[in-house]
């Protein structure tokens, strides 16, 4: 059996405007990627995906896209992307870049020609309507950032769709011609080198066709508006699956390239964006790390049900978070995180890691006045709820002035973390018990053990309702017990039915190495451990 290379490696989130600024400007850019390449390279990840790096105006940090096929000069040039391209591949790293199909800029060509006139060729680029008959936006429709779907636009008379930003118009997917463009966009990059795409809001691409009202959802939690209604007619519908395989097939044309999808779904809604016969996302993103409650049992669940679940030959993949959600080491602790990370990087599946996550990096608490994040500003009530400022804050390089991120003096976009002269790269590469030295513990291992990257997955019983145990098994492999303590007691477990002999590869604490007892392992509170069976 041979795997590719996003089935036996791991992906690492670069969030481009916070990770390296090279020019003095507060804001991060590609030549600071560059900068960093043996850093990322050290940490045994294989393949890197950046965040929008196209011109944009901003208004959803680079989410609104003007120009699918240049760079932002905030990040640099197309020679710039061209260098980072060839370093990465010169150090065995693959890129991948975002995707933004739904939805482009107001600012982009395509919708400053489809505003125009009722009757520019572009119109119909674009989702517009006439207004209600007793006038107002055409249906119920929300916006995921707050507010009507719908923006009025005084010149012609009509609404456009935006599910995000008013700044942000909806693409027409049901118009071959918008396929088409963004079909040629993906072959832009494919043919400059790129290793694949992560498509933005892939499950939202078509809209219902009837435009009808939307339910009120009975589950809303009455805090994030985008969940007032259940998107019935907005997203994941059944036609959304034919553009995803279009799309594949230009994937397709090249040689070994990945497509992975953001997919907030369902387990059993989430299969199916593998396609019938995997002709869709290589990997469908799986969130359920980051929107589950953590706790052991649950957790457990939650990885058997997946696993059951794949369809025959769908690779799996996990993630821990990304620039939408509250940072890991806040959602749980930082005790929990390192159990987190132990646990993303012994499941089975591609592990997408989120920047700064390696070095245990917290949410950084953003005053109103500072936020930039527009569902934040649209939503001032529940801003420090919603707002994903705090976890877009600059990378953490050194205990010098602004943490390396950008030189002493210059006002970074967003604030460092108070915490950073403790909690900084520099300072953990110097200490073997730090988030940073667990981190490419594991990474080096999960790299040198087939069963850790692409084994089968067992989960094993334990009396402890706080511990969640797995084994990881490859033929003619090393084999590897996995046991997880989410909780804050101790426990003495029984795995003697499992493996006669063990060997301790990785602790969380990272003080425990060598032979154990199966018939009675303890384990400490918020302790993980990697056992090599004998
Ligand atoms: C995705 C992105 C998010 C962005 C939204 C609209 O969910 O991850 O950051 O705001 O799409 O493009």
Known sequence: MT??????????????????DSNGDGVGDLPGIVRRLDYLQSLNINAIWLSPIYPSPMHDFGYDVADYTGIHPLFGTLADFDRLLAEAHRRGLKVILDLVPNHTSDEHPWFIQSRASRNNPKRDWYIWRDPAPGGGPPNNWMSYFG?????????????????FDVHQPDLNYRNPAVREAMFNVMRFWLDRGVDGFRVDVITLMMKDPLFRDEPLNP?????????????IYTSNLPEVHDIIRQMRAVIDEYDDRVMI???????EELMQFYGPNLNECHLPFNFQLITLDWDAQTVRRAVDEYEALLPPGAWPNW???NHDKHRVATRIGPAQARVANMLLLTLRGTPT??????????????????????????????????GRDPERTPMQWDSSPNAGFTPEGVQPWLPVAADYTRRNVA?????????????????????????????????????A??????????????????????????????????ASRGSIAVSTGMHRTGPVDLSRLTLGPDEGLVIRMG
């Open 261 to 267: 999808g953001e997919t907030y779904l369902p387990n």
């Open 427 to 463: 300072v953990q590469e110097q200490d073997p018990t730090s988030m940073l030295s667990l981190f490419r513990t594991l990474t080096v291992l999960r790299r040198a053990e087939p069963s850790l990257s692409v084994g089968a997955y067992a989960p094993v019983d334990t009396p």
């Open 219 to 231: 589950d809303w939690d009455g805090i994030d508006p985008a969940y007032k209604l259940k998107h």
């Open 319 to 321: 993630v821990l978070g």
């Open 353 to 386: 890691v989120y920047y700064g996550e390696e070095i245990g990096m917290e949410d950084v608490p953003i005053p109103l006045e500072m936020m930039h994040d527009p569902p934040a500003l649209n939503q001032p009530d529940q801003a420090h709820i919603i």
């Open 147 to 163: 507010g009507s779907a719908w923006a009025f636009d005084e010149t012609t008379g009509q609404y456009y769709l935006h599910l």
């Open 3 to 20: 795997y590719r290379w996003w089935q036996k490696g791991i992906v690492y989130q670069i969030y481009p405007r916070s990770f390296q």
């Open 465 to 498: 309702a706080d511990v969640f145990a797995y084994t990881r098994t490859a033929p003619h492999a090393d084999r590897f017990l996995v046991v997880l303590n989410f909780g804050r007691g101790s426990h003495t477990l029984d795995f003697s039915h499992v």
